[in-house]
T-cell receptor, first 113, second 113 residues
Framework: NAGVMQNPRHLVRRRGQEARLRCSPM?????VYWYRQLPEEGLKFMVY????????ESGMPKERFSAEFPKEGPSILRIQQVVRGDSAAYFC???????????FGPGTRLTVL | AQSVTQPDIHITVSEGASLELRCNYS??????LFWYVQSPGQGLQLLLK??????LVQGIKGFEAEFKRSQSSFNLRKPSVHWSDAAEYFC???????????FGTGTRLLVSP
């Protein structure tokens, strides 16, 4: 059983470009969570999604950031018009439901030049 | 609001010595508590978790943690540290539903020969 997959593992963007981060949850998992880890900090919750629904986006910046988890395909975290402060590691986690543990992917490290 | 404090940013332990990493949490009800380990450039791996029941929890790689409600603590311990344990350790707390984890800032463990 493959774990949580994230791609790309490393992403370099120039200021003003768009970044798209993908997350494929573990097989049988329909709950996806996105976290951001800034340098020298812990992970911060961004958004919690189930298939086709955003359940909690309280940690997501109001502008430029969006997330989706379509019926088919991976979950996508989209950052428009990236700025240097968006440089971070973005981790995706998945679970079978909201009462069970989350399994984390290897992360996508975004660098904004 | 939930919060997690890991008071030690760095800890250095000699190989073979015992280890205790501190974690204090703030949460209004009985929390879900977790310890994760992150090796450089990698994702997070779950070491152990506390949901309910026995307050002494056994995890993988010889780690254990004890939930002390009176002290709002969930300290991680290992009787004999190996060089391969060098990594960053994160304590996290979750609500009873939705599993929106709140992470501490982490403790970096260095193991000296």
């Amino acid at each position: 059983n493959a774990g949580v997959m994230q791609n790309p593992r490393h992403l370099v963007r120039r200021r003003g470009q768009e970044a798209r981060l993908r997350c494929s949850p573990m097989k049988g998992h329909s709950h996806v969570y996105w976290y951001r880890q800034l340098p020298e900090e812990g992970l911060k919750f961004m958004v919690y999604l189930q298939k086709e629904n955003i359940i909690d986006e309280s940690g997501m910046p109001k502008e430029r950031f969006s997330a989706e988890f379509p019926k088919e395909g991976p979950s996508i975290l989209r950052i428009q018009q990236v700025v240097r402060g968006d440089s971070a590691a973005y981790f995706c986690a998945s679970s079978t439901d909201s009462y069970n543990e989350q399994f984390f992917g290897p992360g996508t490290r975004l660098t904004v030049l | 609001a939930q919060s997690v404090t890991q008071p030690d940013i760095h800890i250095t332990v000699s190989e073979g010595a015992s280890l205790e990493l501190r974690c204090n949490y703030s949460y209004g009800a009985t929390p879900y508590l977790f310890w994760y380990v992150q090796s450089p450039g990698q994702g997070l791996q779950l070491l152990l978790k506390y949901f309910s029941g026995d307050t002494l929890v056994q995890g993988i790689k010889g780690f254990e943690a004890e939930f002390k409600r009176s002290q709002s603590s969930f300290n991680l311990r290992k009787p004999s540290v190996h060089w391969s344990d060098a990594a960053e350790y994160f304590c996290a707390v979750g609500a009873r539903s939705f599993q929106k984890l709140v992470f501490g800032t982490g403790t970096r463990l260095l193991v000296s020969p």
